[in-house]
């Protein structure tokens, strides 16, 4: 894997852990779309490398079914999942320091960003 490569994942999986952790988002509404944006992978590929970060225990059959097609990149998978867990402390901490209003702001500009993304294409 290359060290560029490497830092997207990191950066990818301490964005995805730190929102999840924040405002309690981070799987699919981060990574997915990371994964899509900033590698190139198609929908499918990133959708199975999402689920397989977050395997245990919730959407172990799911992987299982995209792991069969032989779309899930396991290395990709190994480094945002370490960088997803100090994502996950920093954004917890992050959000519990500041008021629930603030976060809940913080949240729906992620969401909107997203959909517009989504609605927009490419």
Do not use: C
């Not at 402390?89 to 959000?95: D, E, M």
């Not at 629930?100 to 609605?119: E, N, P, Q, Y």
């Amino acid at each position: 894997m290359e060290m560029q490569t490497a830092g997207l994942l990191i950066v990818v999986g301490l964005l995805a852990g730190i929102l999840s952790g924040f405002v309690g988002v981070g799987g699919g509404i981060i990574m997915v779309p990371a994964l899509v944006w900033l590698l190139g992978y198609d929908q499918h590929r990133a959708q199975g490398t999402s689920l397989a970060v977050l395997v245990l225990p919730v959407v172990a059959l799911a992987v299982r079914n995209y792991w069969k097609a032989g779309l899930i990149d396991w290395k990709v998978v190994a480094v945002i999942a370490a960088a997803f867990v100090v994502g996950g402390y920093l954004g917890s901490r992050g959000a519990l320091a500041l008021p629930a209003d603030t976060v809940k702001r913080v949240f729906g500009v992620v969401l909107l960003l997203v959909a517009i993304k989504l609605m927009l294409g490419k």
